[in-house]
């Protein structure tokens, strides 16, 4: 049985990253490699089959794939749809979500195989090594974090010289765009992102436009969760999503380009993909806006913004995330009903709703025509005490008062 203290688990994809740590590890360190993939979505089957076959190829003593779909959506996703989550009004936190799930998926496996290391194939660049050195110090204290990119600081051709090296036969030639696909969106990076002024040219984008027509769409939820579209039901969101996402991909929605604040205090900008998610943020949202009162939707948006941003830095084990998921929750107990959506090339329109719990019902009056529930009179008298206040203090502070 190979020594615990020469066990190391590896997050691995298959890229030229983690296949350097691979080597790096096994042959220059003496570790035993413990690969494991987390698929958030963004594998098929005959994918995870190639990267199993690469891993060990390399020399990997096991190698694990960890489908983490479902959970992903039901710790993560789920939350950011029942709050409309959307980085700077823009981006609907694609990658970042996801490699929360990553992170404590391969620390969890980690504790399984009793490693004593952990290794990640982060540079010292970006967010990702912020969020994945967080989640293994809290839930794995004590096992040492070995980075071998950032740490060597090593450049892309160094990294294939060495690999180059050691007899490595794989597809050293990067593409001019780097993709990361998942349940919630694909992010993608190129020379246009790296400066501020540049949109992503048609060919950059994994999804290209097939739909010329328009077409609608129902969605229905039942207390938050997508569960059916077009009468056609599914056993769990997760399907709706992936589902939806075949219809509007094709129309090209969703594409934009984000430009935020990294935790290590830089700017970055990065396009990214994602016509299932913005769909159902804002058919949600739409639908929320019928069935919740003004104060609902009011906290709620603070809240989410505060959980939006805090799971962004990699904050997902703060308690205080566990609190605001509960309030999440107990607000969608009335977001029911069906939203009406037109989708045409690159863009989207919501229809309207339909739902028991609407709040725009006809029988309590017609916003600007009629209403049942109280008459004039007892508008002008609320109109007088509701801003009674600040009409004492227009006259007690008015330059023609006489007292002053």
Sequence with gaps: MAQASKNVVLG???GLDTTFCVKYLTEDRGFNVHSVIVNTGGF???ELAQIEAHAYKLGVKTHTTVNAVESYYNSIVKYLIYGNVLKNNTYPLSVSAERLSQALHIAEHAKKLNALAVAHGSTGAGNDQVRF????NIMIPGVEIITPIRDLKLSREEEIAYLKKKGVDMNFEKSMYSINKGLWGTSVGGKETLQSKGMLP???????VTKTD???LTLSFVKGELTAINGHLFNHPVKAIQYLQTIAGAYGVGRDIHVGDTIIGIKGRVGFEAAAPM????????LEKHVLTKWQLNWKDQLAQFYGNWLHEGQILDPVMRDIEAYLTNSQQNVTGDV???IMPYRFQIIGIESNFDLMSAKFGKYGEMNTGFTGEDVRGFSKIFGNQTSIWHQVNSPLNPSK
């Design 12 to 14: 691995f994809s298959g």
């Design 44 to 46: 098929t089957n005959q």
């Design 133 to 136: 050195d967080m989640i293994f």
């Design 202 to 208: 048609e060919t950059a984008w994994p999804t290209q």
């Design 214 to 216: 328009s077409t609608e």
């Design 279 to 286: 769909v159902i943020l804002k058919a949600h949202h739409a």
């Design 340 to 342: 009406f959506v037109q």
